[in-house]
């Protein structure tokens, strides 16, 4: 038998320990006793370390915020240092896990490390199970106070009155396109500043009661939902009724409470309803998937891969090329525009309003001179947040 030097991990491991030689093989065959129980050790080990390590940086998190004579959660969030430490855990990633599981794992240490003296209040469209409290949890982790509200504007309220820290509300999906419009409305008369997105890949899955698909009188869902299956729902079910609700987890519950109702929803939304899952995954596009805007009541300094959303209008010019004349300066400065959207202003009628999103911060200097040049020749100009794009 040969003596095999302990790995580099195991400490206090012998180094006296020996093995089976391996017959005719590179490696020892892993389940072979001896080199399982080797593997354990050193699993336990490494388990050891991470538990020192996240309790040393717990610490550390800790003492920034004595070091800044912060007094409330809220104030110790920085979306743009988060945004930054999660590139930075790509950047290092040489697997074997994923990418999106490693950020996936360190929010979760941040979510915990922040939630030390109190959790974060977040306020979110509900009820629970919806796909908007998914986006929370992947947004702020486990370690948040999630508060489900009823309506946008109750979103919108919560956090201006302070009862939550951050809101969470839906604003586009990637096949449908706007999701809800009262979002975009909120933001003609609230303070509120849009301080975080969130891209949250969108499954679909058809659940309910019934053992049999042929038992299905009527599939309910959000609206949204319900344009997102349209294909497949067409194939499989046609002559099924499709009825619109206020939210998934309103479909969920009508699911679990009358006979013959299925619903597209998200897979919470069937946990919490005790429901089955009939069909997965059943949206017609593969990459269907829904952003969210994170509103908070105040603006943060640059990540250093950033969007600028700002509200434009230039009510009362007359004649050809309004809008073009009044984005022109954005081209001028190399500034790219990912999105625009109009909705009435509500101060007469057919007099409108633009949502603009940009690439970069808006303190970085050519969006800044981009848009104090806009400002100039706008009758209206606001902008409602500078925040990090979306690492996942």
Not at 94 to 120: H, N, T, W, Y
Request: hydrophobic content about 40%; charged content about 25%; proline content about 6%.
């Amino acid at each position: 038998m040969s003596k095999r030097k302990p790995p580099a991990t195991r400490r206090r491991a012998s180094k006296k320990q020996a093995r089976p030689k391996p017959a005719a093989r590179a490696s020892a065959d892993p389940t072979e006793s001896g080199s399982l129980e080797e593997l354990r050790r050193t699993i336990d080990e490494i388990d050891e370390n991470i538990q020192a390590l996240i309790a040393a940086r717990a610490r550390c998190a800790k003492e920034i915020g004595v070091v800044k004579g912060l007094t409330s959660t809220a104030e110790f969030y920085r979306p743009e240092r988060e945004a930054q430490v999660l590139r930075n855990v790509i950047g290092r990633n040489k697997g074997p896990l994923r990418d999106e599981e490693m950020v996936r794992l360190f929010r979760e240490l941040m979510s915990a490390c922040l939630a030390q003296e109190e959790a974060l209040k977040v306020a979110y469209l509900g009820p629970e199970g919806t796909f908007t409290q998914s986006a929370v949890l992947k947004h702020f982790g486990h370690s948040v106070h999630a508060l489900s509200v009823p309506t946008i504007d109750e979103v919108f309220h919560e956090v201006e009155a302070g009862t939550a820290d951050f809101g969470v509300a839906p604003i586009e999906n990637s096949s449908e396109g706007t999701v809800n419009i009262h979002t975009l409305d909120m933001f003609l008369t609230s303070p509120l500043k849009v301080c975080g997105e969130i891209e949250l890949r969108i499954h679909q899955h058809l659940m309910g009661k019934m053992q049999d698909l042929r038992a299905t009188r009527r599939v309910c869902s959000h609206p949204q939902s319900l344009a997102q299956c349209r294909v497949w729902l067409a194939e499989h079910l046609p002559n099924v009724e499709m009825i619109p609700v206020a939210s998934n987890a309103e479909a969920a519950r009508r699911a679990r409470d009358e006979e013959g109702t299925a619903a597209l929803a998200g897979e919470a939304a069937a946990e919490v309803y005790g429901l089955k899952i009939l069909f997965r995954d059943v949206e017609d596009q593969t990459d269907n998937t829904t952003r969210f805007v994170v509103v908070g009541r105040r603006l943060f300094p640059p990540s250093g891969n950033d969007k600028t959303s700002v509200l434009v209008s230039a009510s009362g010019t007359e004649g050809p090329g309004v809008l073009l004349h009044l984005l022109g300066p954005l081209a001028r400065h190399g500034v790219s525009m990912t999105r625009i959207e109009s909705r009435p202003s509500r101060r007469k009628k057919w007099d409108y309003v633009f949502f603009v999103d940009l690439d970069g911060h808006a303190e970085d200097p050519p969006v800044k001179k981009a848009l104090d040049e806009v400002k100039a020749q706008a009758t209206l100009f606001k902008v409602l947040g500078a925040y990090p794009k979306a690492v996942f």
